[in-house]
């Protein structure tokens, strides 16, 4: 991200948590901390509008901040919902969020960050899509993304240099 869509995001999420327009499930938390479980991910792209869903451990109000030309952002709040252990047979329960944007422009690109009660979810970086648009599209599947390894961040940003639609 450069540092004038930076400074812009960090101007939008300051003046959104003082107006009230990024959520929180307390007017103070208690908490300054997130466990992101799953970072977010982009899905159901279509012309309109797609979804983005992220997991963490603590339970909170998400919203996605979002944007074409990185200058004027919208927020949208999240459905959160608890997935138990027992639902699951993993180890330990988790709140999946997500975001479902609509009246997105075709074939534009946008900027986004996710957050829960005002927190990132990310610790920084674009995280970007494009809306779908008629005609060809390029697409890149990378299998078993693991845990964050240096040679699964050197195949991301080779990923990311390519700009894939999808």
Known sequence: MNRRAFLAALGAVTAS??????????????????????????????????????TTAQNG???????????????????????????????????????????????????YQAFVDGLPVTAGGDLRFRAAAPGPFDFMVFGDSGWGSDEQDLIAKKILAERPSL
């Open 61 to 111: 109000f998400g919203a996605v901040q979002y944007s074409a030309d990185g200058t004027n952002f919208r927020i949208e709040r999240a459905t959160t919902q608890l997935y138990t252990r027992a639902e699951t047979g993993i180890a330990a329960s988790f709140y999946q969020h997500q975001v479902d944007l609509t009246g997105l422009t075709p074939g534009a690109d946008y900027v």
């Open 17 to 54: 948590r003082n107006l009230g327009q990024l959520p929180r499930s307390d007017p103070e938390p208690t908490a300054q901390f997130l466990t992101t479980l799953r970072y977010p991910y982009v899905q159901n792209v279509r012309a309109d509008r797609a979804s983005i869903i992220w």
